[in-house]
């Protein structure tokens, strides 16, 4: 066991070691770059609290500044102890962490973490908090929990629906698989699950998918070494299901990394050919681990390193896959550091980068070919209104109607929102090159 010294030589507790984290990711780092780095100097026994305590407060980090707010009589301006106070606040209120403990462990924290002289304000806050948790259970239950700019965009794009939107975006995503039926089906998944004792159920929208009933540590679960089955959103299963047959074709994976969708392609088909492509080298070599984990045939597929708005395919393809880089805001029930991350700023950037990809790889596609267009984004900019301007300039493309039982259907493409124990927010359609 590794652990983390603060400035005195003393080892520093957990919750300090859970500020300093949330500390990085204020500073504009990935909480998945500094996850691991982090829970290194954490102890086997305290890993649990720790997980919950950074992904919880993560979680609930608009309504945690809401509550805290009122509280201080002047602005404390100050990271660390507001940071302290949020960790303090989260295990306060939405944790079975004894209060006594939560208050004495977090004021310790602020005084590991150099602010000695404010940890009576944190320690005179928590308490007061202990004293009037109700209100504070309301301020939880009602706050949004998003930055103002992302929700007043998302109260633009789903209107009356933005309140059942921004509940389902606070829950904890359900823990979902996806089987690999080249080596077993579903069902008898199920039975190897269920003679291990693990509960888990069908996907309802995805036959190849199943839903744990509570999250296990997925390295533990039956077959996971020999390829068995990958980790897989359900709604991001569904991609597999809405591109023509790929046997014997030529088929790109135009944004691949880490390979989630090549992978399920590789499972249902047998292209000729399958380039996967990303610019991310790093994250490519995730494509390759996965196929190789997967026992799919790497023969055929090439992965290569380039930029999707400039590079030319050495032929033209039979269906590209383009899952677009987007801003996220679909997937942030598993990703709770966009609340932090994403600016107002970005999405502009996004949708245009989003659409020079589109434009590059369009020129790809062979006539009567298929295009895929994918976001895990639920903003109409990145998704509808992005197919729609596609449309309006280019008269070769035709949209081929996704005809579906669920999610929302729009001007073009079709949606998908978060829902509780089901898919994240995902946005699909699906065009054809006419001419
Ligand atoms: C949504 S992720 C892809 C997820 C992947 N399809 C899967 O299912 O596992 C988007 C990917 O786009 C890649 N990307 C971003 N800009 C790119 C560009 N200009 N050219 C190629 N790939 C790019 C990112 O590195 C990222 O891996």
């Known amino acids: 066991m590794r652990q983390s010294p603060h400035a005195s030589g003393k080892t520093l507790n957990l919750r300090a070691q859970v500020v300093k984290t949330l ?13 691991n780095q982090h829970m290194n100097i954490v102890s086997d026994k305290d890993r649990a609290l720790y997980h919950e305590l950074v992904l919880g407060c993560l979680r609930q980090w608009h309504a945690l500044k809401q509550v805290t707010l009122p509280l201080l009589s002047v602005p404390l301006e100050n990271a660390v102890v507001e940071t302290c106070l949020y960790v303090g606040l989260y295990q306060l209120l939405c944790t079975r962490v004894a209060a006594h403990a939560a208050i004495s462990e977090t004021v310790e924290a602020s005084k590991q973490l150099g602010m000695e002289s404010l940890s009576g304000v944190v320690n005179a806050i928590l308490r007061r908090a202990t004293r009037e948790t ?6 939880l239950e009602n706050a949004s929990n998003l930055p103002s700019w992302l929700a007043k965009r998302l109260k633009k ?3 009356e629906q933005f309140a059942e939107l921004s509940y389902e975006l606070k829950q904890v995503a359900p823990l979902t698989l996806r089987v690999n039926t080249r080596q077993v089906s579903r069902e008898e998944y199920l039975d190897i699950l269920e003679d291990e004792g693990i509960d888990a159920h069908r996907c309802e929208l995805s036959d190849v998918g199943i839903v744990l009933d509570e999250s296990i540590h997925v390295p533990s679960l039956p077959g996971f070494e020999a390829g068995g089955f990958s980790v897989q ?3 991001a299963q569904l991609c597999a299901t809405l591109v023509p047959n790929l046997d014997g074709k030529f088929v790109i994976d135009a944004c691949a990394a880490p390979g989630g969708k090549t992978a399920h392609l590789l499972e249902k088909y047998q292209p000729k050919k399958l380039i996967a492509l990303d610019q991310d080298e790093k994250r490519l070599k995730r494509v390759s681990e996965n196929l190789e984990r997967l026992i799919l045939d790497g023969k ?23 899952d ?8 942030i029930r598993r990703h709770p550091d966009i609340r932090l991350l994403r600016q107002s700023g970005d999405i502009a950037k996004t949708v245009e980068l989003q659409k020079q990809i589109l434009e590059n790889m369009w020129q790809q596609l062979k006539v009567g070919g298929t295009l895929l267009y994918i976001t895990c984004s639920i903003l109409k900019a990145e998704n509808e209104q992005q197919m729609v301007d596609f449309f309006a300039t280019h008269s070769d493309a035709q949209e081929q109607k996704i005809d579906a ?5 729009q001007i073009h493409g079709r949606q998908l929102l978060p829902q509780v124990g089901h898919g994240d927010g995902f946005f699909y359609c699906r065009i054809q090159k006419t001419a």
Do not use: M
Request: net charge negative; hydrophobic share 50%; charged share 20%.
């Open 300 to 322: 055929h597929v090439e992965i290569i390193t380039a930029d999707a708005a400039k590079w030319t395919a050495p032929e033209l393809a039979d269906c590209i896959v383009l």
């Open 233 to 235: 959103d359900e709604h």
């Open 134 to 139: 109700e209100q504070f259970y309301d301020v």
């Open 157 to 159: 794009d789903w209107g």
């Open 405 to 409: 039982n669920w999610g929302i259907e």
């Open 23 to 35: 500390l990085a990711v204020q500073n504009g780092q990935s909480l998945a770059s500094v996850l």
């Open 324 to 331: 677009a880089p987007c801003s996220a805001i679909g997937v």
